[in-house]
């Protein structure tokens, strides 16, 4: 079972949260020591036994939890915050229990990707969750390249001491123009949500930034597409190898942002250029 846990205000757990830990023959935890805080705070304790299950044990604990499973105990799954499996550990254990065959449910909570989502002031009828953009800036380049013509709303979470990079790079690859907010510590004491053009949020960022962070970008406008004349290509080409991506990617991302062949953008660049 997964279980949901709080992001920030621990009255947010659903009841059966602490039925359910309660009960449970088998408590797989990212964090053990966050675990144990969170049980003090429902005011319950745990009969079954407790082991952890991160990123770093994530593959070899797996077939030990599936064996548990088939053995018929109930094992429960918490990350940190929020739903497992969602940029979190439980996706693989997840995937080998319905391999074995096993029913797989879980005990809904807080998420911070609807959170944010829901309190950004940005379209919610169609949206796409990016989790984490990698850590290097040409990877994330490209990454955000990829996703020009994206229609859809997006949701990033991202570490606080990358947040102003990754919102920079979000510039370049959107416009300074495309809305977006930045949620920070979502259900805590020091809750903020800052909402304005990714130029205005990139200037705000230059502050420091501190908690958890969400980022919600509003999606390409279906007639924003960029202009197909050859000085726009080119330029566009050019910004993006100057934020290190590579001319043959940089290429590619501006064909799919221009709505043109590939072969064009390449025509302009290496021959007309």
Not at 205 to 230: F, K
Not at 243 to 264: C, F
């Amino acid at each position: 079972m997964l279980a949901g846990t709080p992001i920030g205000q621990v009255g947010d757990a659903p009841p059966r949260l602490a039925e359910e830990l309660a009960s449970a023959d088998v408590v797989a935890a990212e964090d053990t020591r966050r675990l144990r805080r969170l049980t003090t705070d429902l005011g319950i304790e745990l009969r079954g036994r407790v082991v952890s299950y991160f990123e770093g044990n994530e593959s070899a604990r797996t077939p030990t939890l599936v064996e548990a499973l088939v053995a018929g105990e109930r094992v429960v799954l918490v990350t940190d915050a929020g739903m497992p499996s969602v940029s979190d550990p439980g996706y693989r254990l997840v995937a080998a229990a319905v391999e074995a065959g096993i029913r797989v449910t879980a005990v809904p909570g807080p998420s911070a990707v609807l959170t944010a989502l829901a309190v950004s002031g940005l379209p919610v009828d169609r949206f796409c969750f990016e989790g984490f953009l990698p850590r290097k800036a040409g990877e994330r380049s490209r990454r955000l390249a990829d996703l020009g013509a994206e229609q859809r709303t997006m949701v990033f979470f991202e570490a606080p001491h990358r947040t102003a990079a990754a919102l920079e790079a979000m510039r370049d690859a959107f416009g300074v123009d495309r809305a977006a907010a930045v949620c920070r510590e979502l259900t805590k004491t020091h809750e903020e949500v800052r909402r304005g053009s990714l130029a205005e949020l990139v200037d705000w960022a230059g502050e420091g930034i501190r908690g958890e962070v969400t980022i919600v970008v509003s999606g390409a406008s279906p007639t924003a597409a960029l202009a197909s004349d050859p000085d726009s290509l080119r330029e566009a080409v050019a910004g993006l190898e100057a934020s290190g991506m590579r001319r043959k990617d940089a290429i590619a991302a501006v064909a799919v942002q221009a709505g043109v062949p590939k072969r064009d953008v390449y025509q302009v660049v290496h021959i007309d250029g």
